[in-house]
Antibody, heavy 118, light 108 residues
Framework: EVQVVESGGGLVQPGGSLRLSCSASGFIFSNFWMGWVRQAPGKGLEWVANIKQDGSETYYVGSVKGRFTISRDNAKNSLYLQMNSLRVEDTAVYYC???????????WGQGTLVTVSS | DIQMTQSPPSLSASVGDRVTFTCRTSQNIGNYLTWYQHKPGKAPKALIYAASHLRSGVPSRFSGSGSGTDFTLIISSLQPEDFATYYCQQSYRTPPYTFGQGTKLEIK
């Protein structure tokens, strides 16, 4: 059974940092692009970032470029999101998702809540 | 970035109704479009990929169509478990893979 499980969310002050992790199982992790999607309170889904199978390509939404870094460790079947210079507007549930062949997010985790507040 | 416009923003319907959701993109994306269902507190669920292909395990009352810039998701006969928010997402060429703003489907 395919599973992705996020962790690492919490409360952080503006300007602070947080690292999210996503542990994957039930599929060959190194064969798939992986990504992060977020949902701010009362808002819709927002695509955040994704990373190629071998980590050689990464992409970001404009609002997080230069502040967030996506990475992966295929030996550990794990995906990460390092978030620096956090802003109040980064408050959201962050989902880890596997990308299928059509670049659709075919499996999602339950999400981890990040709250940026003083 | 490619802009996505979903309509309507919300929709009220009854069990058994046929409902139609629309998604329009700011440029031609071929068939690189996915539809998702999202319920509060749950992980989003992919329903349709490549504009018209039903994902395994998704009931056949869901169908998708369209290409280019105009896309449609239809639920042929609403069931109680279908009340949720529905999103479209484009995955054309280089990211960011933008989502529409969603259509909230509510019980009439």
């Amino acid at each position: 059974e395919v599973q992705v499980v996020e962790s690492g969310g919490g409360l952080v002050q503006p300007g602070g940092s947080l690292r999210l992790s996503c542990s994957a199982s039930g599929f060959i992790f190194s064969n798939f692009w992986m990504g992060w999607v977020r949902q701010a309170p009362g808002k819709g889904l927002e695509w955040v970032a994704n990373i190629k199978q071998d980590g050689s390509e990464t992409y970001y939404v404009g609002s997080v470029k230069g502040r967030f870094t996506i990475s992966r460790d295929n030996a550990k079947n794990s995906l990460y999101l390092q978030m620096n210079s956090l802003r109040v507007e980064d408050t959201a549930v962050y989902y880890c998702a596997r990308e299928g062949p059509a670049a659709d997010s075919d499996y999602w985790g339950q999400g981890t809540l990040v709250t940026v507040s003083s | 970035d490619i802009q996505m416009t979903q309509s309507p923003p919300s929709l009220s319907a009854s069990v058994g109704d046929r409902v139609t959701f629309t998604c329009r993109t700011s440029q031609n994306i071929g068939n690189y479009l996915t539809w998702y269902q999202h319920k509060p507190g749950k992980a989003p669920k992919a329903l349709i990929y490549a504009a018209s292909h039903l994902r395994s395990g998704v009931p056949s009352r869901f169908s998708g169509s369209g290409s280019g810039t105009d896309f449609t998701l239809i639920i042929s006969s609403l069931q109680p478990e279908d009340f949720a928010t529905y999103y479209c997402q484009q995955s054309y060429r280089t990211p960011p893979y933008t989502f529409g703003q969603g259509t909230k489907l509510e019980i009439k």
